[in-house]
T-cell receptor, first 114, second 112 residues
């Protein structure tokens, strides 16, 4: 079965520093991977996706993610964190059966301190 | 604004009751997905509809049911409610099954 794991419940970084939010995946077949962000009292917003092609995927709000097949990882990164980036981040993988449903990780809270 | 509308935003009810959550997908989107978000279970996939037909089923309890109507809006029915059903219920939509999902703001259900 498809699954993703986010090993960190919370990540703390200082504003202006680079940030990384980790995600590892387990899939049968080719991985279709996604990152979403959830701000308080809001729905999830799409950041970026990896289907195929370049291992470095660029997304919204300056975020990017690096796909690493040998390490089965899809870490989210940003060169310089903003306080406004503080939110809950979800990694997700497309489920089997070509239905489009996404299987989400447990989420990682990112706290960016001024 | 994602274009996905969920009503109501908040719902407070008692154990044993039945509620209906409503979702209007983005204009033209044929797929609707329902998710449940709780502190202990995280974000769990419940069920998916595509153009009126059930397409995929996840961890949806037998007390829960859903449908998608000809105008593509969807309803999630929760019955015989228990305290543990208290959660944030999200609806999402996509144009085609393999495209990204757009999420509504959710319905916060509190069962007292």
């Amino acid at each position: 079965a498809q699954s993703v794991a986010q090993p960190e419940d919370q990540v703390n970084v200082a504003e202006g520093n680079p940030l990384t939010v980790k995600c590892t995946y387990s899939v049968s077949g080719n991985p279709y991977l996604f990152w979403y962000v959830q701000y308080p009292n809001r729905g999830l917003q799409f950041l970026l996706k990896y289907i195929t092609g370049d291992n470095l995927v660029k997304g919204s709000y300056g975020f990017e993610a690096e796909f690493n097949k040998s390490q089965t990882s899809f870490h989210l990164k940003k060169p310089s964190a903003l306080v406004s980036d503080s939110a809950l981040y979800f990694c997700a993988v497309r489920g089997t059966g070509n239905t489009g449903k996404l299987i989400f990780g447990q989420g990682t809270t990112l706290q960016v301190k001024p | 604004d994602s274009g996905v509308t969920q009503t109501p935003k908040h719902l407070i009810t008692a154990t044993g009751q039945r509620v209906t959550l409503r979702c209007s997908p983005r204009s033209g989107d044929l797929s609707v997905y329902w998710y449940q978000q709780s502190l202990d279970q995280g974000l769990q996939f419940l069920i998916q509809y595509y153009n009126g037909e059930e397409r995929a089923k996840g961890n949806i309890l037998e007390r829960f049911s859903a449908q998608q109507f000809p105008d593509l809006h969807s309803e999630l029915n929760l019955s015989s409610l228990e305290l543990g059903d208290s959660a944030l219920y999200f609806c999402a939509s996509s144009a085609q099954p393999n495209e990204k999902l757009f999420f509504g703001s959710g319905t916060q259900l509190s069962v007292l």
